[in-house]
């Protein structure tokens, strides 16, 4: 495996943080991290390839790692994919589940415990995806988004640690920050995502690629064998 690198004086990094910190974008979360200079970014070359793929899972435990030291809100890890930028919604959401398939089974294969805190099975309402074992949700961007807030020039997979959000419901914060990202989504979209849904009320795999999905979608993400995720 390589070694992580830092990007984030990268090109598409310095457009990506300008996109961020963007009076119109929504996620205040999202700002946060970058504000306080705990967003992590990368930058890969096609999320149509496994090329990057052996760079990639490294950087990401090395994220966790750092967080795990310090545990402070508001940290996020980003890929920001050079190609391809003609992307359709669905071709997208393959790609993207490509991605975090191939990772997955890195994970998996190295023995790395999934999140206990979480389901693995994509179906599940409690699902959501693990590295290092820590859970996480993934936010999908790309040229060709219908969501205004997810329409970036390049492929983005932004991975935010779900233990942050339960942090945030301890403290009482959660609601109120939703809320906020939400309204601001609204008024930058002209409507409310439709597949907005809250954790245990419905699978988070519908949210990632940011297209919008029937009750007859099937999540492409295997998930996990039993002895993979039991591994300590």
Same mark, same amino acid.
């Given at each position: $495996? %390589?070694?992580?690198?830092?990007?984030? /004086?990268? =090109?598409?990094?310095?457009?990506?943080?300008?996109?961020?910190?963007?009076? =119109?974008?929504?996620?205040? !979360?999202?700002?946060?991290?970058?504000?306080?200079? +705990? $967003?992590?970014?990368? #930058?890969?070359? &096609?999320?149509?390839?496994?090329?990057?793929?052996?760079?990639?899972?490294?950087?990401?435990?090395?994220?966790?790692?750092?967080?795990?030291?310090?545990?402070?809100?508001?940290?996020?890890?980003?890929?920001?994919?050079?190609?391809?930028?003609?992307?359709?919604?669905?071709?997208?959401?393959?790609?993207?589940?490509?991605?975090?398939?191939? *990772?997955?089974?890195?994970?998996?294969?190295?023995?790395?415990?999934?999140?206990?805190?979480?389901?693995?099975?994509?179906?599940? =309402?409690?699902?959501?995806? @693990?590295? !290092? /074992?820590?859970?996480?949700?993934?936010?999908? $961007? %790309?040229? /060709?988004?219908?969501?205004?807030?997810?329409?970036?020039? %390049? =492929?983005?997979?932004?991975?935010?640690?779900?233990?942050?959000?339960?942090?945030?419901?301890?403290?009482?914060?959660?609601?109120?920050?939703? @809320?906020?990202?939400? &309204?601001?989504?609204?008024? *930058?979209?002209? @409507?409310?995502?439709? $597949?907005?849904?809250? %954790?245990?009320?419905? @699978?988070?795999?519908? +949210?990632?690629?940011?297209?919008?999905?029937?009750?007859?979608? #099937?999540?492409?993400?295997? !998930?996990?064998?039993?002895?993979?995720?039991?591994?300590?």
């Amino acid at each position: $495996m %390589h070694l992580p690198t830092d990007d984030s /004086g990268h =090109p598409l990094a310095v457009q990506f943080q300008d996109f961020i910190r963007s009076q =119109p974008f929504p996620c205040v !979360g999202a700002k946060s991290a970058l504000s306080k200079g +705990q $967003m992590k970014i990368v #930058v890969a070359r &096609s999320i149509a390839s496994s090329w990057d793929d052996p760079r990639l899972y490294p950087a990401l435990l090395a994220f966790i790692c750092r967080y795990r030291a310090k545990p402070d809100l508001f940290q996020s890890f980003a890929v920001i994919f050079e190609d391809p930028t003609d992307l359709g919604e669905e071709a997208f959401e393959r790609h993207l589940w490509n991605r975090v398939q191939s *990772l997955s089974d890195k994970d998996a294969f190295l023995g790395q415990r999934y999140d206990a805190r979480v389901e693995a099975d994509p179906n599940d =309402p409690h699902f959501s995806l @693990s590295f !290092g /074992g820590e859970a996480f949700f993934v936010v999908g $961007m %790309h040229p /060709g988004a219908s969501r205004p807030a997810r329409r970036f020039p %390049h =492929p983005v997979l932004v991975f935010n640690l779900r233990a942050q959000f339960e942090q945030l419901r301890a403290e009482g914060r959660y609601e109120k920050l939703r @809320s906020a990202i939400l &309204s601001r989504d609204e008024a *930058l979209a002209g @409507s409310i995502n439709p $597949m907005l849904a809250r %954790h245990g009320d419905a @699978s988070e795999a519908r +949210q990632y690629s940011g297209r919008a999905v029937g009750a007859d979608w #099937v999540c492409p993400f295997r !998930g996990r064998a039993p002895e993979a995720q039991d591994a300590a």
